[in-house]
């Protein structure tokens, strides 16, 4: 194991702002700034604040992202807050203030049953039904504090425009899915399956449990099998073999630069990205890893096109998590994102061919596909549970 760079060398990127098909896109790749932008914006508030989040934490950050909320419910506008139960470790009394302010609440799965199984890893938060932050990020002080803090390296995305109207659209067939106490797992499902991105230059897409793939699954898929660049940063990177097929083609065709954490909370997602590794570089790609602090993010740029959002590059992400990603089209943002991936490729550690044979003894091989299994057949909390001393 290579000695790990300093957090306190790395410096996230300043925000940057890309106007594209009537819409303007802010990047947030900093976590102070990203804060205090999701702070500024509750206080702004009008008429409505719709949020969802996957993880949302009784900590610092979480209790002033809840104060905030009650501030502005007492001030007449409507917030209405939904949390996934798998991901959120606060109990329902610490949402409590909202609902006696006046808002809703509500918990994404709040008892055992089948639609127990279905994890939730979106993260919306849409203000004035006219302004949308999306990303990867949770509420929760690991993903607000700088690298020096050990922070997670992670985005969040402002955008302004008329997919904000796709983006209310679905929070709300998913808040009323969530407070319908007979609501069916295969009603999800179809919703997930019924979901009509269009065929536009920016499309919201979603994914989730479907029989069939999802539009997030299909978009991304139709994306790789005609590209001859990608550039993707990846806190999770397990995908199924027909994603690993198409890249390693891309890479034979083009170009192709993956960052991979250096350090997670869950090793084991570690070593199921290094399982990977082989076949990628052997077919050319370039693979980095992020030292500074533990990485987050989940960002795809693929020729003239940009993805962001929730989504991990995994087989949970792509077939069976609920999860939301943007797709634009804009040669102008994908060489600023690119820009920016430069940055952290700066301060990432080149996985060549060299280093992975040196890495992989007979043991750590063992460990990366045990790691494979864990992630890719259990679910994350399990993995990380057991971790395979990693």
Not at 179 to 204: H, L, S
Not at 240 to 269: E, Q
Request: with cysteine; hydrophobic share 40%.
């Amino acid at each position: 194991m290579e000695p790990e760079s300093e957090a306190s060398k790395h410096e996230y990127p300043a925000p940057f702002q890309v106007e594209a098909h009537d819409h303007i896109f802010e990047f947030l790749p900093d976590g102070v700034h990203r804060y205090d932008a999701l702070l500024a914006m509750i206080d702004r508030a009008e008429s409505s604040i719709d949020m969802f989040y996957y993880m949302f934490q009784d900590d610092s950050a979480g209790q002033i992202v809840r104060d905030k909320l009650v501030a502005a419910q007492k001030r007449g506008v409507h917030v209405h807050l939904v949390v996934d139960r798998f991901g959120t470790d606060a109990k329902e009394n610490f949402f409590q203030p909202i609902v006696d302010a006046g808002g809703e609440f509500a918990i994404f799965n709040p008892r055992w049953s089948v639609r127990y199984l279905i994890r939730n890893h979106q993260k919306i938060t849409v203000i004035d039904k006219k302004t949308a932050v999306l990303g990867g990020f949770n509420i929760s002080d690991h993903y607000f504090k700088p690298p020096e803090d050990n922070g997670w390296a992670d985005l969040g995305v402002l955008v302004h425009g008329p997919v904000v109207k796709d983006v209310c659209k679905w929070f709300g067939e998913l808040s009323s899915w969530t407070e319908n106490p007979k609501a069916q797992y295969r009603a999800i499902r179809t919703m997930v399956r019924d979901w009509d991105p269009g065929e536009g230059p920016v499309r919201f897409l979603v994914g989730g449990p479907t029989r069939i793939p999802s539009n997030w699954n299909k978009n991304v898929k139709q994306d790789f099998a005609k590209a001859s660049r990608l550039d993707l940063v990846m806190a999770y990177f397990s995908p199924p073999r027909s994603f690993r097929r198409l890249i390693r083609k891309i890479a034979k065709r083009g170009d192709v630069r993956l960052i991979m954490a250096g350090k997670s909370d869950n090793g084991a997602t570690i070593g199921a990205a290094r399982a990977t590794y082989g076949a990628l570089l052997r077919a050319g790609a370039k693979v980095y890893e992020f030292e500074p602090c533990k990485l987050h993010m989940k960002l795809i740029v693929v020729d003239d096109l940009v993805y962001f959002g929730s989504a991990n590059f995994d087989h949970r992400s792509i077939r069976v998590n609920m999860e939301l990603m943007v797709r634009i089209e804009s040669p102008e943002m994908a060489e600023k994102v690119r820009a920016m991936i430069d940055t952290m490729q700066a301060d990432s550690t080149e996985v060549t061919r060299e280093l992975h044979r040196k890495r992989g003894s007979l043991f750590s091989r063992f460990q990366w596909y045990l790691s494979w299994f864990l992630v890719s057949t259990l679910d994350y909390t399990v993995s990380r549970r057991l971790n395979a001393g990693l």
